[in-house]
């Protein structure tokens, strides 16, 4: 019989090779992001609209709307019938797609309960959606040439930001890397993840054709909102056992310290709530002027100055919650 022995064996090359003996610690830090003031208030605008969605389509009845949530008290309805939300149709965890113009090109949610499925993830469901609408033709407007041929779906999203609300799982790290996404904005950490982002792209060769998105942390970029939830779900995780996220009619209770349950909880709304009222006032920028290039005297063609961005970013929003729907195809 063979002696059995762990695998894979030590790759003969690559960054695997060159980190086998290494600490983990090497295989899962980043380098900082070094960005210039106008490129980080840019990323903020768009965080905020992300994080603003989550809070208009807030729905906190994982366990449904009946029985009790002890940590959900000012989401009751009034004289304490149940809880506001209705029907749970997913976490509350959304991803929006921005392109290096400063256009919004889509959102979406975490669907796991509507579909019944595991993999229904908010940043999945878009990177699917965006590469559905890149691959979409009008007729009217381009002919019936025979020339016409699709978009290369390896470069198509190579200049697209996505902002989400939750560190990526392995699944949507993997599904932003096949797409060639840019990089990722994320507005809270999941330990549960461990920083696989982080280890894709520490583990991808420089100039591979599929290179994960860089990951950055919004700590990076001065948002407040990342150590709120962040110092919200370590109260949470150490407060559950002591006091059940839920307890049923039948009296059963909820003791597990899943950061999903926490983002049904009032703290987390709260902090939500409150990037929704900073986008709702935000009336100027500090680098109204402001356009992102491609190199230096490279211009991107009618990309949106930081002023335009803003505006574009809460008429979209209005969009969002006034004429589209969470998980519904959407078009301007």
């Not at 004289?79 to 149709?89: A, H, I, K």
């Not at 993999?119 to 699917?128: D, F």
């Not at 986008?279 to 009618?302: C, E, F, H, N, W």
């Not at 002023?307 to 574009?312: I, M, Q, T, V, Y």
């Amino acid at each position: 019989m063979a002696t059995p022995h762990n695998h894979p064996p030590k790759p003969a090359d690559g960054p695997l090779n060159s980190l086998w003996d290494d600490p983990v610690r090497k295989l899962v830090e980043l380098p900082g992001p070094v960005l210039p003031p106008e490129e980080v208030e840019r990323h903020t605008v768009f965080s905020l609209l992300v994080m603003a969605l989550v809070s208009r389509y807030w729905n906190g009845n994982k366990k449904g709307p009946d029985g009790q949530y002890p940590w959900r008290p000012k989401q009751q309805r009034p004289g304490g019938s149940g809880y506001l939300g209705g029907d749970y149709l997913g976490h509350n965890i959304a991803a929006i797609a921005v392109n290096r113009r400063g256009h919004v090109i889509d959102f979406d949610f975490n669907h796991n309960e509507m579909l019944n499925s595991s993999v229904e993830h908010a940043e999945s469901r878009l990177v699917r959606r965006v590469f559905s609408l890149t691959q979409l033709y009008d007729l009217a407007t381009v002919g019936m040439a025979s020339s016409l041929v699709p978009v290369n779906y390896a470069n198509v999203l190579n200049d697209v930001t996505i902002y989400t609300s939750l560190e990526s799982c392995s699944q949507c790290s993997g599904i932003m890397a096949l797409g060639s996404v840019k990089e990722v904005v994320f507005l809270q950490r999941d330990p549960g993840q461990n920083s696989v982002g982080n280890i894709l792209r520490n583990l991808s060769p420089v100039g591979g054709r599929y290179q994960p998105p860089l990951p950055i942390p919004a700590d990076f970029l001065g948002i407040t909102a990342f150590a709120e939830l962040d110092t919200a779900y370590s109260a949470f995780k150490s407060g559950v056992n002591s006091k059940p996220f839920y307890i049923s009619v039948k009296g059963d209770k909820d003791h597990s310290p899943s950061i999903t349950s926490f983002l049904c909880t009032d703290s987390a709304l709260e902090v939500f709530a409150k990037a929704d009222t900073t986008l709702s006032s935000m009336k100027s920028v500090q680098y109204p002027t402001y356009r992102p290039s491609a190199g230096v005297g490279q211009p991107i063609p009618d990309a949106l100055s930081n002023e335009e961005a803003l505006e574009h970013a809460k008429r979209f929003f209005d969009y969002a919650v006034n004429c589209g729907r969470r998980g519904s195809p959407h078009k301007l």
